[in-house]
């Protein structure tokens, strides 16, 4: 065994997973359903991964759940639409696998685990006008889940982030987000609402926390659920440190805990779901060009996120790939005040398609059709930036606006401004001019784009960027709203308000290099024997390419279920156990 490092105890298993997000623990419920002793190590104190704070969307076209539904689409669609979306970064080996794998990993989890799930019937592809693309029918979503089924494990799940909750509870995209922001304006949704906050206030009562878990957290937690029925090991607190070798192959790893150092054997393989590398700054500067030229990255995902799956691969000849369309999964996010001095990222994924809001930078001109996808909002500023100019905008609403759909972390109404207003996170001004001063925004500029955005609101167009003219944007707009298009209304009813927004992500699509097996390849392409990679430590499948929600975690689960197979001796293709064991292990 290579290199041990001074440890004093050993442990055996045939399967360590390294992280606990949807990708690792996808694997280790999956390997334990194979029979297989399983080990899932978490360096941070609580489970879950970037995956409790997302929105629990899985992209998988063709999947039972809504098949169930009644929706169904030939095999060659969802190819047809990455093609398109992929181009000349379309690797048809791993794509196939996905396309293929995809339902059945589903239907696995639906059969033999806690998890459950809900149909995207009518979540729409992010680009409507590529070949291909669907208007609904490709998603799903974990179902909402009763946080007392994890019985102690709760205490040990990760939640949400604080500024996308409400009191520390979380809202569900869909119907009940839409409940919350017609609560004053409609008698059904008050009264969901007024439920809601009164079970919300029982759980803080008993148990000082929300028990009501929907999205992201909800997944994790039935991941979470699953992986302990199994018999899975959870250790938290317990951090990789180095990867064990015989020879080429990988044979297990040191961590370190609470007790120490371990040297864990793994019998059938190492998996490597550390998330990613959203906070290491090295790699962002070798990966992400607005770092680079002096803009700072503010990534939505976990702190910890600092890449370590990635490094401890390259120790044992791993390979990161760079070639990919975006090493990022670019997201807008406002920075936000917090009372005990740190700072919060907001993730701006909803209000910017809600009609009566642009976003401009300092010179105060629009750069990009604000109800779009994330990733697309976040490439177009990085395409308006002048050379050497910091990567920032705004995003600009009046009072009418603010009070109906909330800006970032400021809440609707009823809801107070005044502690958004006193931190300096919402910026206001009686006047165009005023909030301009108060954003130091060219007042010029943003006077005149406000004038020919209005001229154009107030006939339900934009003839700038085509607001609303997609099914995906007009499904991110308000169905409720009287004008003609449900992404635009006219910005005029003072005073108005602004949000800073800076370069940020969702987590990384830059990973290790690896085959249609999740196993990770060397500098010649060839497996390295025993080590594994899934989530976003493995480098996306759609090659830094964002087609549509759920293209994280729909691969992420997927990948670490072949993994998982393909350890336990099962191909992906029939289901005959030949479970192995690593003949180099020691």
Avoid at 88 to 98: G, H, Q, T
Avoid at 385 to 399: K, N
């Amino acid at each position: 065994m290579d290199g041990v490092m001074g440890a004093t105890r050993s442990r055996s298993c045939d399967v360590l997973v390294i992280g606990s997000g949807a990708g690792g623990l996808a694997t280790a419920v999956t390997a334990a359903a194979l029979g297989l002793e399983v080990i899932v190590a978490e360096k941070e104190p609580v489970f879950g991964g970037t995956t409790a704070w997302s929105g629990g969307w899985l992209w998988v076209p063709r999947n039972p759940v809504v098949v169930r539904a009644g929706i169904e689409e030939d095999a060659e669609a969802p190819r047809t639409y990455l093609r398109h979306i992929l181009g000349n970064r379309y690797d048809a080996a791993r794509v196939e696998a996905f396309l293929e794998a995809g339902p059945r990993m589903i239907d696995f989890f639906e059969r033999e685990t806690a998890v459950r799930f809900l149909p995207g019937s009518a979540v729409p592809d992010f680009h409507g006008n590529v070949p291909g693309a669907v208007t609904g029918g490709r998603s799903v979503v974990a179902a909402p889940y009763d946080g007392r089924e994890l019985g102690p494990l709760i205490a040990r799940l990760r939640r949400p982030i604080p500024e996308t909750t409400l009191a520390g509870m979380a809202i569900a995209s869909g119907a009940d987000l839409g409940h919350f922001l017609r609560a004053t304006r409609s008698a059904a949704s008050f009264a969901h609402v007024a439920k809601r906050l009164a079970r919300h206030a029982l759980d803080l009562a008993r148990h000082r926390r929300s028990m009501q878990l929907v999205n992201g957290n909800a997944l994790a937690a039935r991941l979470l659920r699953s992986a302990a029925d199994r018999g899975v090991t959870l250790w938290h607190s317990t951090a990789a440190r180095q990867i064990l070798r015989a020879g080429d192959a990988v044979t297990g790893a040191i961590l370190e805990g609470p007790e120490g150092r371990l040297a864990v054997t793994a019998r059938c393989g190492i998996v490597l779901a550390t998330g990613g590398f959203p906070h290491d700054p090295a790699r962002q500067r070798d990966l992400f060009p607005h770092v680079r030229e002096g803009t700072p990255h503010h990534s939505a995902a976990p702190a910890t996120n600092t890449g370590d799956g990635m490094r401890l691969a390259e120790a044992v000849g791993g390979q990161v790939d760079g070639g990919l369309a975006d090493s990022g999964a670019w997201a807008p996010v406002s920075l936000v005040p917090r009372a005990d001095g740190t700072t919060g990222r907001f993730p701006h994924l909803i209000e910017r398609g809600k009609p009566g809001i642009i976003a401009v930078t300092r010179q105060g001109q629009r750069f990009v059709n604000e109800s779009g996808p994330y990733h697309d909002f976040m490439r177009g500023l990085f395409q308006a930036l002048r050379p050497g100019e910091t990567a920032e905008c705004w995003l600009v609403c009046d009072h009418r606006f603010l009070r109906r759909y909330g800006l970032g972390a400021v809440k609707p109404a009823p809801l107070p401004l005044s502690p958004w207003l006193r931190n300096g996170y919402l910026k206001r001004g009686g006047t165009i001019e005023e909030l301009a001063a108060a954003c130091g925004i060219d007042a010029a500029g943003l006077r005149d784009s406000l004038a020919a955005y209005n001229n154009d609101a107030r006939q339900g167009l934009d003839t700038l960027f085509g607001r609303g003219s997609t099914p995906f944007q007009r499904g991110q707009g308000d169905a409720h709203h009287d004008g003609p298009n449900p992404c635009i209304a006219p910005i005029e009813q003072g005073p108005f308000y602004a949000v800073r927004i800076v370069p940020g992500s969702l987590g990384t699509f830059a990973g290790l290099v690896t085959d249609a097996e999740a196993r990770v390849l060397d500098a010649r392409g060839q497996p390295i024997p025993g080590l594994y990679a899934a989530g976003n430590d493995l480098s996306s499948v759609m090659g830094g390419q964002y087609p549509s929600g759920g293209i994280t975690l729909g691969p992420a689960m997927t990948f670490g279920w072949i993994a998982a197979r393909h350890m336990a001796g099962r191909s992906t293709d029939h289901d005959t156990p030949q479970v192995g064991r690593n003949e180099h292990a020691v």
